[in-house]
């Protein structure tokens, strides 16, 4: 009984592969068919008269190589006949910064010619010095010559008080900044009416003007009306003379002073217009007349001065 399955089974899976090759061998037969039927009718497809369109080979390019951009089915595409609504777009000026203009480090250097311009860049130098109370150095040098006394000229008493109130010798002297009191180095309130000539030259290295002016003569000039006391207090004027004959036991009838040879020399700072360093000299001649001193007695006594007033070390 065993043995009639198995060959019932055995009889069962031949039948099955037979029948799986015959449906095979259909399949194939159906596609073959179809295939030569295509080829048939691409062989015997009646002629027309339309010329052959020949293909025409497009050279490569890169545009062609690039494909084209695929959009989103999902993107909505504008209705192009309703206008598109457009917010205004707010726009700022452009700030702009402004433009740096260049301005000149140096004013322009303008060398005084004339007497009125050259005694003016003095008396503001002058000015600067007597109200900024810098400190600088102070050398006065007096000396007498040709003194004629007569009899009193023996008497050596007599010839040191006359040195002494004319301001015979040398003195030096340092002031420090800021306790400059204004008797000495004054404010110039010269005119150019009190001058005979006047020059200014620029340095080489048009750091400083050097400024020369020549003060006209006077005969007895006072300290507060000469134009020898409009620049300098550093000589003794009539009244002062008179003052010390007196102290010193002397009379004396009339003086009489003459100057010549007034002159200033400054050097100037061209940007600051101060004072680098001043000199101021003069001559003087004096005349004395009857002049008594204890039993001696001359009619007419006489002497030259000539003094130099220097100062430097100026720090404002």
């Known amino acids: 009984m065993k043995e009639f399955k198995k060959f019932l089974a055995l009889l069962i899976a031949v039948s099955t592969v037979f029948t799986f090759a015959a449906c095979k061998k259909d399949d194939t037969a159906a596609t073959t068919t179809t295939t030569e039927e295509i080829i048939s009718e691409e062989l015997y497809e009646p002629e027309t008269d339309a010329p052959a369109t020949e293909a025409v080979t497009q050279p490569y390019t890169e545009e062609a190589s690039t494909l084209p951009v695929v959009t989103d089915a999902t993107t909505s595409v504008p209705d192009d006949s309703k206008p598109a609504e457009t917010k205004p777009v707010e726009t700022k000026p452009a700030q702009t910064k402004p433009q740096a203009t260049t301005v000149p480090t140096t004013k322009p250097i303008v060398v005084p010619t004339s007497k009125a311009e050259i005694v003016k860049l003095y008396n503001t130098a002058a000015l600067a010095a007597s109200t900024g109370k810098p400190g600088y150095s102070k050398t006065v040098n007096t000396s007498i010559s040709n003194i004629n006394m007569g009899a009193l000229s023996k008497i050596g008493a007599v010839k040191d008080v006359v040195g002494d109130f004319l301001g015979e010798g040398k003195n030096s002297s340092t002031v420090s900044k800021g306790k400059f009191d204004g008797t000495s180095l004054v404010k110039s309130t010269l005119k150019a009416e009190d001058v005979i000539s006047a020059t200014c030259k620029l340095s080489a290295d048009k750091k400083y003007y050097t400024v020369e002016i020549t003060v006209k003569n006077e005969t007895n000039p006072l300290k507060k009306s ?26 004396v009838d009339g003086i ?61």
């Not at 003379?241 to 002397?250: H, K, Q, V, W």
């Not at 010549?260 to 680098?276: C, G, H, L, Q, W």
């Not at 000299?281 to 204890?294: R, W």
């Open 226 to 251: 000469s134009a020898l006391g409009k620049f300098t207090k550093d000589y003794k004027d009539v009244d002062e003379i008179r003052s010390g004959i007196i102290e010193a036991g002397a009379k």
């Open 256 to 316: 009489t002073v003459k100057t010549s040879s007034v002159r200033i020399t400054a050097k100037i700072a061209v940007e600051t217009n101060r004072f680098e360093s001043i000199s101021h000299s003069f001559k003087m001649s004096a005349t004395l007349t009857n002049v008594k001193y204890s039993i001696a007695k001359v009619k007419k006594a006489t002497a030259d001065l000539s003094t130099t007033v220097s100062y430097s070390n100026f720090k404002y």
